[in-house]
């Protein structure tokens, strides 16, 4: 959320990131709340300032034994008209926190303006695609051959957009998981937790989810929870409404979690496969930092979910996003997307964002300067470390074999207890 006064100030600002962004707002109306919301405040002031006055003069006379009646009938009314002044400011300052609500975060400016996907700006590559001996096939082709996933079972469970990971497919997701968590807490100073997978209403307008992001999400009917869109949320709101001590800034948290998506804009795109599911696992990074500190450690949250894909041997390169495809509490991110052979490109795997202030405003997260003084916001960066189920599909399709069995990337044995994963009918 963006601060009133910057944004009664910065209009000007405003209007051209609407434009930047391709969202519409009604800052006309914005600004009628506002003008009528502060004439308001300054008639109530002094009708209230009035009403002390003459209560102070009302005890004198009282004291004088002189008729108050008169005076007493006009301070009813006067507070009569306060109450009501007092009302309609409070309505207007609902209409103008749920407007505050929609507004989205101010890109950084080395940011490049764009309308959509096509304006972002390819920052580097690491490795090259594989090789191969066969024309590569799809995972799902790969998977379904070598007996770790059924959609067929998965859609009879639960429909369709589910995944059923059997045998060693099951085991590849689990591995996949504990490998992230191990060298996030073990090497790259992540804290985890394992929070809960239903959150609050309030949880999901903190971090940004809500009101804007409803229809994307599963909300449990006549309750005020929803099913956790992802681990972000539950991370944002660890330390919602407390003031932290600079010196144990910055704060790097992780958690692994099923993520649950109504994926409403999505109809007809990755209809095959596991790729974009109502339901998948992730490995959430999340930073609390100081707000001079969170440029360098949005560099080293990126770098943090490459080292991994470096480690597993997947070739990816990092995108900073347009304007137009950023997303809404985001003031600069970067994508890191995976190559996939079967579609000879790349599909992303991590979206690594600096919200700066926005979602702490939100969420009442604020830091105490060490030279002391007021309590300034935290800021605030979030990043997959990664997307288990599309890591899974990366791994699948890039280390697929000609005799129909996948390889596992050495790093991952330990955690397997087996180098490839066999064809069905083969050892």
């Known amino acids: 959320m963006l601060d009133l006064g910057y944004v009664r ?84 300052d609902e209409r103008l926190r749920e407007f505050l609500l929609t507004v989205p975060n101010l890109p950084h400016s080395s940011v490049p303006i764009g309308r959509d996907s096509s304006d972002n700006v390819e920052v580097r590559r690491w490795g090259q695609p594989p090789k191969f001996d066969l024309t590569p096939r799809p995972h799902w082709e790969v998977a379904e051959a070598a007996g770790i996933l059924d959609l067929e079972r998965a859609a009879r469970i639960a429909g369709s957009r589910f995944a059923l990971y059997c045998g060693l497919g099951a085991r590849l997701e689990r591995a996949l998981a504990n490998f992230f968590l191990d060298v996030h807490t073990r090497e790259h100073g992540y804290t985890e937790f394992l929070p809960p997978f239903i959150v609050s209403t309030e949880s999901l307008t903190a971090v940004g989810q809500l009101p804007k992001f409803a229809a994307d999400m599963f909300h449990l009917e006549a309750t005020d929870w929803w099913m956790t869109p992802t681990a972000e949320v539950e991370l944002t709101n660890l330390y919602r409404g407390e003031t932290l001590d600079a010196d144990l800034l910055p704060l790097r948290v992780c958690a692994w979690t099923a993520c649950f998506r109504s994926e409403a804009g999505a109809a007809g795109r990755d209809t095959r496969g596991i790729v974009r599911q109502h339901q998948f696992q992730k490995v959430e990074m999340y930073k609390f930092t100081l707000p001079d500190q969170s440029y360098a450690e949005h560099e080293s949250l990126v770098r943090d979910a490459e080292d991994l894909l470096q480690r597993l041997g997947l070739h990816h390169r990092v995108v900073l996003l347009s304007t137009g495809d950023m997303g809404f509490a ?46 300034d916001y935290v800021h605030t960066l979030n990043g997959s470390g990664l997307a288990v189920g599309r890591t899974w599909v990366a791994l699948v399709e890039n280390y697929q074999q000609p005799d129909g069995s996948i390889l596992i990337p050495e790093v991952l044995r330990p955690y397997m207890g087996v180098e490839r994963i066999p064809a069905l009918g083969t050892k």
């Open 9 to 92: 100030d910065h209009l000007d600002v405003i209007r051209k990131m609407t434009e930047n962004r391709g969202v519409s707002l009604d800052l006309d109306a914005f600004q009628s709340i506002d003008t009528e919301r502060r004439r308001l405040i300054t008639e109530a002031e002094q009708l209230k300032a009035h009403r002390n006055r003459v209560s102070e003069d009302i005890g004198r006379r009282k004291k004088a034994g002189e008729d108050i009646s008169a005076i007493s009938a006009e301070m009813k009314q006067t507070s009569q008209q306060i109450k009501q002044f007092d009302e309609r400011i409070a309505e207007l």
């Open 330 to 375: 985001s003031a600069k991110t970067y994508d890191i997307e995976v190559w996939l052979p079967s579609t000879n490109g790349f599909m992303e795997i991590s979206s690594c964002s600096n919200c700066e202030s926005f979602q702490a405003r939100r969420a009442g997260i604020r830091f105490r300067p060490k030279t002391g003084g007021r309590a």
